[in-house]
């Protein structure tokens, strides 16, 4: 069983990692199809492999200078205020009605990229003290939506950069960026009641060291902007569907 979840790992690793994300939304129930417990070891190892991905991916995006540090730096630190703030109020909100507009936001981006998925790649980005503005409200709003639902929402900052002139790389880098900041604070969170299994820990880090390396450089080297444009959205129309679908199992339940 550790070896075919370390295969849907490796697969989702390259995936994800080529997009800038970290591939939690993969791992955790991966983790806990395959019989591990949610909160002790599902959980607290998908963050690990989260953060390790996006981490991992950053180095190659990095060394081909597709990074935006000064942007994505306050969009970072933004999301780690603002998270645990929004996983505090998570009790006082109903998380039906929560998922269902957050379900409705991310289909939009979804069909806002395939619009923009044809279209020739932006000249320049917006100034810096507009992509520093912008990056803080998103990642304040974000961070503390993700902590409400428990997500690390790092599939909204590719979208939101695009829109600031970012290119479709140069998104996805600076996405890996912000989202390495979120997964291993979040790793952090749980990790005082995980537990560990150091077997299956080893397996799933070298699948994501192969995984990472191979998307990331297929992102930098071969990839083309509107493969990867029609690529997030559709994985962002997965999300709206998983997120609507358990929105609307919850309030008939």
Do not use: C
């Amino acid at each position: 069983m550790n070896i075919i979840v370390g295969i849907i790992i490796l697969a989702a690793s390259f995936l994800f990692a080529m997009l800038g994300l970290g591939g939690g939304m993969v791992y955790v129930p991966a983790l806990n199809w395959a019989g591990y417990d949610l909160v002790t070891v599902a959980l607290p190892l998908g963050l690990l492999l989260n953060g390790l991905n996006t981490s991992l991916a950053l180095i190659q995006f990095g060394r081909k200078k597709l990074v935006d540090w000064k942007g994505g730096i306050f969009m970072a630190l933004s999301a780690l205020v603002a998270s645990p703030i929004g996983a505090l109020t998570s009790k006082h909100v109903n998380q039906a009605d929560l998922k269902l507009i957050f379900a409705a936001a991310v289909l939009f981006a979804a069909i806002r990229m395939l619009r923009q998925a044809n279209k020739e790649e932006p000249k320049e980005k917006a100034s810096l003290k507009k992509r520093i503005i912008w990056g803080v409200a998103v990642g304040l709003s974000i961070g503390f939506l993700g902590g409400m639902l428990g997500i690390g929402g790092g599939f909204v900052f590719a979208p939101v950069l695009m829109a600031l002139g970012y290119k479709t790389k140069e998104a996805a880098a600076t996405t890996a960026f912000v989202v390495t900041f979120s997964s291993f604070s979040g790793y952090l969170g749980h990790v005082a009641d995980g537990d560990m299994n150091w077997t299956l820990t080893i397996i799933l880090i070298i699948a994501v060291i192969i995984g990472s390396q191979f998307g990331a450089r297929f992102m930098s080297n071969r990839a083309k902007p509107k493969m990867v444009k029609k690529i997030y959205a559709i994985v962002l129309i997965l999300i709206a569907i998983k997120f609507s679908w358990g929105a609307v199992a919850s309030l008939i339940l």
